[in-house]
Each structure stands twice: as C-alpha cells, then as structure tokens.
C-alpha cells in the first residue's frame, strides 16, 4: 500500500484521533437506561459513567483535543457535559441513526482535514475495560502498525470463554510483536457462532472477539469506502466539501440518505491487508443485567446490593434501588431494579430478554416509561 515504509520509530499518537461512538439505546439496562438517559451514560461498574471511563482510559494518549464523539441530538447536551475536556463542536449530533459506517466515515474526512496523517482510534463508549494499562499497551501497539504501515487493524479481545453473543475474528499467521503485543494476519470475520462451534473456536486459540475497536488511517478509510461503498463515499464526499460536521442543512440533508450499514459490513469484512492485535484486558461490553452483576462487588451470598438493604436467605441477586431502603426473603437469582416509574424483576439468567420487553412495551404505546 502506499503508506508502507514509513517510520515505525515515529511516535504514532501523535498523530491519534480518538472516535468514541455514543449513539446507542441500551435497552437490555431498561428501567435505569431509558432513551434520554441510555447505557453509556449510566454507572455500572467503577467510578463515572461508561461513556467517562472510556474517554479518561485514552486520554494520556490522545488528548481531549483529538476526540470526537458522535451520538444522537437527543443526547448531545448530556455527552457534552459529561466530556467537558472535549471541544463541544467535536461532539457531533448525526441527524439520524445510520450504524457505524456512515459516522466512521463522516469522522475520516474531519479528521483527514486537520491532519493527513491523521489515525482514527475507533472505540465504543458503552464498553467495561478492567485492565487499563494492558489496553493501552496493546492500543498503542495497534497505533504503530496502523501509522507505520496503513493497514486496517483491528484490537481484538482474547476470549474467555465460549459465548455466543460476540462476532469472533480467525488469526492467521503471526506477523510480529510490537511493544510486547503480538500482531496478527486476519483471515476472516465470523458472526455470533452457535455455543458447540463458539467453544471449538476458544479451544483451538485462534480465534479473537471482535469487540468493535479498529484502527486506521484516515485516508485507509476514506480509500476503502471510495473503493467497496462507493455510493457511501460520494455522499460523504459532498457533505465534506460542505463542511463536514459543520455542514449544516447539508449533513441534515444527505447524511439520512446514507445506507444504514454497521462498519464490520460496510469495510471490515472485505478489506484487504488487515491485521488484529490480540489483547487481554479484562473486557466486557456490559449487554445485560447479568453482566453488570459480574462484573461487581458482592456481599458473602453473592448478592450486587445498595448498602440499605437487608438479604435474608437470598443469594446470587443483583439489585438496585436508589435512595431507597431493600428487603428481600429467601429470593435467588433475580434482578431488582427500582426506579420512581418503574420496577423490573427478572430471572438474571434471562436478563438478556429485557430488550424484548421493552419492544413489546414500545408496542403498547407505554412511552412515558420508556
């Protein structure tokens, strides 16, 4: 490719740019995460919010200057306030919710603008990272390959265990280590896998999660969308020379018109000369309650609890209720949340169908809980 042989000694974050994507709804925390207040602004897990922690996890290498966050206009004001560090024009409110791709890309050109040599440090705002200095190293070896060489790359998760929810990414040949983290060549993407297959994939150790954090040159990205969403890269050509992400009537205009497309589709599936760097970082993407209640501290009979609150003969329980006082008797295995409006009880091994209960409540008209 045209950016090989470039200098791999030259320090690459200098030319990072951080893209932390905030658009989501998080239905599966309903009745904590409603659609004015979704799941990346909530705190789960550690201090702050999970959109907080992801910016402060990247800011001694990329500062606030360099970020961009994109989100929905119904929660630009929330995003802007929680990332005061953050220029709040590089907060960017999509005029509609199109997937991935379309941001991605409309990010490039921003991005491509202030520096032609410009990285994109691709990150979800909505995801659990336990082991923030391995994710560093292995971001910045990410960082490395990506400036010296202008691949694609991925930072994939290794996993833990065989789960069926997460898309997983085959391993190649090994190409390299680089700042102590091996680097591999990427033979293909599968989706979420069936448990029999998923545990095959664990067991033969060559397979990554793909937990949707890439790496790129901006001008890589803006290439392989010219070359495999061509119809995508006009459109965004045009609200580029417009403006970017200051276009105005133009963005309302034609970002809407833009295929609604998740970037693993749209480019990474297809693109050739990508890598991935295998990273151990105590990762999670928080889908359900059931995760938020692995993921924290719990009492002697493995309850997540308030301090208020008194568990007689009841174990393996995740509960929230703020500012109120909890009893619960000879209960197990359930999820409590408690909000003014609203009470959840469920089974925590079918936290997961919480999404389908707010589908069906969208279905009833029950907007004013939602």
């Not at 995003?79 to 791709?101: K, M, S, Y």
């Not at 050739?272 to 501290?297: F, H, K, R, T």
């Amino acid at each position: 490719m045209k950016h090989r042989g470039r200098q791999p000694g030259r320090d690459a974050f200098c030319h990072a740019y951080a893209v932390i994507l905030a658009g989501g709804s998080g239905t599966r925390f309903w009745p904590l995460s409603r659609q004015k207040h979704p799941k990346q602004l909530l705190k789960l897990f550690g201090d702050g919010t999970l959109l907080e922690q992801t910016a402060q996890r990247v800011r001694d290498l990329i500062p606030p200057e360099r970020t961009y966050v994109f989100t929905s206009e119904r929660l630009r004001q929330d995003v802007t306030r929680a990332l005061p560090g953050v220029p709040a024009d590089q907060v960017v409110a999509e005029p509609a919710a199109r997937n991935t791709a379309p941001c991605i890309g409309l990010a490039a050109h921003e991005v491509l603008q202030r520096d032609p040599e410009g990285i994109m440090v691709v990150l979800p705002s909505d995801h659990v990272i336990r082991k923030p200095a391995a994710f560093r190293r292995a971001l910045r070896a990410a960082c490395q390959v990506a400036f010296a060489e202008g691949v694609s790359v991925i930072l994939g998760v290794k996993p833990t265990s065989p789960h069926t929810g997460y898309g997983y990414v085959r391993l190649g040949r090994p190409e390299r280590r680089v700042h102590g983290v091996d680097v591999y060549r990427v033979e293909r993407f599968t989706e979420k896998p069936a448990y029999p297959l998923a545990r095959r994939y664990v067991a033969s150790g060559r397979y990554l999660w793909n937990g949707g954090m890439f790496l790129w040159r901006a001008s890589t990205l803006l290439e392989n969308l010219r070359r495999f969403q061509p119809a995508m890269a006009r459109c965004l050509g045009r609200i580029a020379r417009a403006g970017g992400i200051r276009a105005g009537d133009v963005l309302a205009r034609l970002y809407p018109r833009l295929e609604k497309i998740s970037i693993d589709y749209a480019l990474m599936e297809r693109v050739p000369n990508l890598l991935a760097v295998a990273a151990d970082i105590g990762w999670s993407d928080v889908g359900s309650w059931s995760a938020a209640y692995e993921l924290n501290p719990k009492d002697r009979d493995g309850n997540v609890r308030p301090a208020r609150s008194l568990c007689v003969q009841s174990q393996d329980n995740m509960i929230v209720a703020p500012g109120k006082a909890v009893v619960t008797l000879g209960v197990s295995g359930l999820v409590i949340v408690d909000t003014p409006d609203a009470l959840l009880v469920c089974d925590r091994e079918r936290a997961q169908e919480v999404g389908k209960a707010v589908e069906e409540m969208q279905r009833l008209g029950w907007h004013d809980v939602l």
